[in-house]
């Protein structure tokens, strides 16, 4: 499970009247993230401000900050991939949410000109094509701050008890993923899955979305032991973990004998 991101919620006011709050900044590929004091974001329509309780950190981070992995951020950003918060103000076209509501943040912002086949960025983190550049601009920073400025159709609103450890709720942001895969395949109650990279964090993500989708059997290869113990201990005679050993023809047939049966469905999470 990724570790969460904590923060306190303080409203700093220099002497102009502009009134600040704490950040960790981008301020520039291959340097340390930099806790700087940064403007409160201003809400509009159609948009919420939210008070950052907890962030997941990716387990690759790390390759994002130092730019091994070329994403397309434009510092100096605020990086942060959505989390857990409570609204703070709520734009004029906002019936339901009120402030103090707690609320998960979707990073995936979905231009509102095209619900077919919308242009996408994930806030605070990477984007994809042009459309998804100029949304990047706009909604620049993400959930490495105090507060956080987010489309109102990407705050969802949580159970009370969320707000006893938020940092866990905030690893909805790693399920979602997996999610939306076994979603598209269409996985039923009762089918037979296999998770290709299930001692991963997406993968592991995934036997535990399977299963609580409904799944009846979750195939789990994997070369990481450790991890195929965890998955059977937490989960029981569901998971059939299979530990991979290279042999190609020989772990096709322990992954076929685990599932005892046809397999309805493989997402890849590699």
């Known amino acids: ?83 857990v918060g409570r609204v703070v103000h709520v734009g004029p076209d906002a019936t339901r949410l009120r402030p103090g509501d707690l609320v998960w943040c979707d990073s995936t912002v979905r231009s509102r000109d095209d619900a077919l086949t919308p242009d996408i960025t994930l806030q605070g983190w990477s984007s994809r094509g042009e459309g998804g550049a100029r949304l990047a601009r706009y909604l620049h920073d993400g959930s490495f701050a105090e507060l956080m400025r987010v489309p109102t159709e ?7 008890a969320a707000g006893d450890d938020p940092a866990r709720w905030a690893a909805l942001g790693v399920h979602v993923i997996p999610y939306g895969g076994l979603l598209a395949g269409g996985l039923a109650a009762g089918e037979t899955l ?29 070369r990481n032991q450790a991890a195929l113990d965890l998955l059977a201990d937490r989960f029981g005679p569901l998971v059939r973990p299979v530990p991979l050993t290279g042999d190609e023809a020989g772990d096709r047939a322990a992954m ?12 890849d999470l590699l």
């Open 154 to 160: 990407n705050v969802f609103p949580l159970p009370a």
């Open 194 to 222: 296999l998770v290709s990279g299930a001692t991963g964090n997406l993968g592991s993500s995934a036997v535990a979305v399977a299963l609580a989708m409904g799944a009846g059997r979750v195939v789990a290869p994997g």
């Open 256 to 267: 076929s004998a685990a599932a005892d049966g046809p397999i309805d469905m493989v997402i």
């Open 1 to 83: 499970m990724p570790a969460g991101f904590l923060v306190s919620i303080p409203t700093n006011t220099d002497e102009h009247g502009g009134h600040y709050v704490r950040a960790a900044v981008l301020t520039q590929f291959g340097a340390p993230l930099t806790v700087r004091e940064v403007p409160d974001p201003e809400v509009g329509g159609g948009e919420v401000v939210v008070e950052v309780l907890a962030a997941c950190v990716a387990p690759y981070a790390a390759e994002v900050f130092s730019g091994e992995r070329n994403y397309p951020l434009l510092p100096p950003v605020v990086p942060g991939v959505g989390g």
